[in-house]
């Protein structure tokens, strides 16, 4: 959705949402001719998706109704059968004709340049494939940051944010410390906390909400969570303190002081620039 929304911002386009994974009966329906769902749909020139469920769809629609098609992730099935690939650079894929790297995932937020001041948020994540949890570790992270009284702190947590851990975020609430446990209804209000935030600390695990957070033009701050072993996502906040895109919490704590990217992050708007260019569209 972030990257229709810059793709809208540039040039003129209709776009239509299609759920996936199809019925049964789509699939079949695709060997005899065009799947209902596509059939009151115009022609795409570009079509795209994101997650593995997206890929066989992609191809069906493609091979009946035209137009290009975009993954917005390494794909599952081999790279060829797509004409377009977004791929986060610490997937460690090779920038080519068919695949353009992007600086983590593209996100829905955009560059916010009037913060509002005093507030700051916390993003919590929790354990997963590549990364181990320790809520202790995180208790002391969070105590030395929530100390700042000037600052009125919104703490959230997420789906994998294990039960002791939302009892120790419940138990920070102060006058200045607001948390709020996750929600569906929820969800889309994150989006405005992050572009409003003047500081945004991220659990390590949470590399979509990192990389929100950087695109938002806040200060970041990473919350350290011990790694798993052979874990390609465990250097990505490292890469990125080394580019003085964010601080880690340990080079923080010295002077107690975030300092937003060194260069902003907008990587929705710059690949969809990439692909108007590509699909040799005129910008509007």
Same mark, same amino acid.
């Given at each position: 959705?972030?990257?229709?929304?810059?793709?809208?911002?540039?040039?003129?386009?209709? &776009?239509?949402?299609?759920?996936?994974?199809?019925?049964?009966?789509?699939?079949?329906?695709?060997?005899?001719?065009?799947?209902?769902?596509?059939?009151?749909?115009?022609?795409?020139?570009?079509?795209?998706?994101?997650?593995?469920?997206?890929?066989?769809? $992609?191809? $069906?629609?493609?091979?009946?109704?035209?137009?290009? #098609?975009?993954?917005?992730?390494?794909?599952?099935?081999?790279? $060829?059968?797509?004409?377009?690939?977004?791929?986060?650079?610490?997937?460690?894929?090779?920038?080519?004709?068919?695949?353009?790297?992007?600086?983590?995932?593209?996100?829905?937020?955009?560059?916010?340049?009037?913060?509002?001041?005093?507030?700051?948020?916390?993003?919590?994540?929790?354990?997963?494939?590549?990364?181990?949890?320790?809520?202790?570790?995180?208790?002391?992270?969070?105590?030395?940051? #929530?100390?700042?009284?000037?600052?009125?702190?919104? #703490?959230?947590? &997420?789906?994998?944010?294990?039960?002791?851990?939302?009892?120790?975020?419940?138990?920070? &609430?102060?006058?200045?410390?607001?948390?709020?446990?996750?929600?569906?209804?929820?969800?889309?209000?994150?989006?405005?906390?992050?572009?409003?935030?003047?500081?945004?600390?991220?659990?390590?695990?949470?590399? &979509?909400?990192?990389?929100?957070?950087?695109?938002?033009?806040?200060?970041?701050?990473?919350?350290?969570?011990?790694?798993?072993?052979?874990?390609?996502?465990?250097?990505?906040?490292?890469?990125?303190?080394?580019?003085?895109?964010?601080?880690?919490?340990?080079?923080?704590?010295?002077?107690?002081?975030?300092?937003?990217?060194?260069?902003?992050?907008?990587?929705?708007?710059?690949?969809?620039?990439?692909?108007?260019?590509?699909?040799?569209?005129?910008?509007?």
């Amino acid at each position: 959705m972030g990257l229709v929304s810059a793709l809208e911002s540039l040039h003129s386009i209709a &776009s239509h949402n299609v759920t996936v994974p199809l019925s049964t009966n789509n699939y079949f329906s695709a060997v005899l001719g065009i799947p209902p769902v596509f059939k009151d749909l115009p022609a795409p020139d570009l079509l795209l998706g994101a997650g593995h469920a997206t890929h066989l769809p $992609m191809l $069906m629609a493609r091979l009946r109704c035209g137009g290009s #098609i975009a993954a917005l992730m390494r794909p599952s099935i081999p790279q $060829m059968f797509f004409d377009y690939c977004l791929i986060p650079e610490h997937d460690n894929s090779v920038a080519n004709d068919k695949i353009i790297l992007t600086k983590g995932p593209i996100n829905r937020i955009r560059p916010v340049t009037e913060k509002s001041n005093g507030k700051g948020l916390v993003l919590i994540g929790g354990p997963s494939k590549h990364f181990h949890w320790d809520t202790q570790s995180l208790e002391t992270q969070l105590r030395e940051i #929530i100390v700042d009284k000037r600052t009125h702190w919104t #703490i959230c947590d &997420s789906p994998r944010t294990p039960a002791d851990t939302r009892q120790l975020l419940r138990s920070l &609430s102060t006058d200045s410390v607001h948390y709020e446990a996750f929600s569906k209804s929820r969800e889309s209000g994150i989006t405005g906390l992050i572009e409003k935030a003047t500081s945004i600390w991220v659990s390590e695990d949470s590399m &979509s909400m990192i990389y929100e957070a950087l695109t938002s033009g806040a200060g970041v701050g990473i919350l350290r969570v011990p790694g798993r072993d052979n874990n390609k996502l465990s250097n990505v906040a490292k890469t990125l303190a080394a580019d003085q895109s964010l601080q880690l919490f340990e080079e923080w704590i010295k002077q107690k002081k975030l300092y937003p990217a060194r260069q902003a992050i907008f990587e929705s708007e710059r690949c969809a620039k990439e692909l108007i260019r590509r699909l040799d569209w005129s910008e509007d």
